[in-house]
């Protein structure tokens, strides 16, 4: 079973910039697709984007599209997630998710790796 870890978050005013990663361990990394969610309180677990298992396709939620972009690294087993143009509504805890499927997936529960989140908070 792969395991997954997030790093990068933080504290950011409005308008800066972060980049979160996600290191992976297991051979199976590059086979599958790989997507990051967030989870603000009080609300379900959102779709933010997914990266097809070569890197050369790649999906974004609409409320992301142009200021966030997904990246691997499949000789690192590294996917990143690089936030510019920060919003408030963007605080949440964010998560790196892989599963067994073979094509990219924007609900959480084709997935069934993840990590143990990591928290970006965006201050207006």
């Known amino acids: 079973q792969v395991q997954l870890v997030e790093s990068g978050g933080g504290l950011v005013q409005a308008g800066g910039s972060l980049r979160l990663s996600c290191a992976a361990s297991?051979?199976?990394?590059?086979?599958?697709?790989m997507a990051w969610f967030r989870q603000a309180p009080g609300k379900e677990r959102e779709f933010v984007a997914a990266i097809d298992r070569s890197g050369g396709g790649a999906y974004y939620a609409d409320s992301v599209k142009g200021r966030f972009t997904i990246s691997r690294d499949n000789a690192k087993n590294t996917v990143d997630l690089q936030m510019n143009s920060l919003k408030p509504e963007d605080t949440a805890v964010y998560y790196c998710?892989?599963?067994?499927?073979?094509?990219?997936?924007?609900?959480?529960?084709?997935?069934?790796?993840w990590g143990q989140g990591t928290q970006v908070t965006v201050s207006s």
């Open positions: 998710a892989t599963g067994p499927i073979l094509v990219v997936r924007t609900t959480p529960e084709s997935y069934n790796a």
């Open positions: 297991g051979r199976t990394f590059s086979r599958y697709p």
